[in-house]
C-alpha cells in the first residue's frame, strides 16, 4: 500500500508544469492582450524536431514569424517571448525567453530558452 501512494504521488508530480504541444505555426502567434498562449508549451517540440542550426533567416521567419524588439541583446541575437508572469506587480517577475544566436551570414547558429526569475 505504501509503494502504491509513493507511486501515485511521484504520478501526480511529475504531471505538473507546462502541457507539452507539437508546434503548430497557426498557433505560435496568437496571442491575447499580448500574451502568447501556446508558445511555452510548444518550445520543446519546435526546438527538438523544426529549428535546425544552419537554416537561413528567412527559413526561420517563415517557420515561426518576425523577433520581437529587445534590447540589449548581444549581437547576431534575436528572441521570442515564450512566457511573461507579472504577478501582482507593473514588472514582470519571471519571463522565458528562446534566444536565437545567428552567423554573420544570417545562418541559425544555435539557440536556447533564457529564464529568468525575479
Not at 528572441?79 to 528562446?98: C, F, N, Q, S
Amino acid at each position: 500500500m505504501k509503494k502504491l501512494m509513493i507511486i501515485f504521488c511521484l504520478s501526480f508530480l511529475g504531471s505538473c508544469g507546462t502541457e507539452q504541444l507539437d508546434f503548430e505555426k497557426s498557433k505560435w502567434n496568437e496571442s491575447v492582450d499580448g500574451f502568447y498562449k501556446y508558445r511555452e508549451s510548444m518550445a520543446k517540440d519546435l526546438m527538438e524536431t523544426h529549428l535546425e542550426k544552419g537554416m537561413t533567416y528567412q527559413q526561420l521567419i517563415d517557420l515561426i514569424g518576425k523577433p520581437e524588439n529587445f534590447a540589449n541583446l548581444e549581437p547576431n541575437t534575436i528572441g521570442y517571448t515564450l512566457m511573461e508572469d507579472y504577478g501582482w506587480d507593473i514588472d514582470p517577475v519571471e519571463t522565458k525567453t528562446l534566444m536565437i544566436e545567428l552567423t554573420a551570414d544570417s545562418l541559425v547558429k544555435d539557440y536556447k530558452i533564457e529564464h529568468w526569475k525575479k
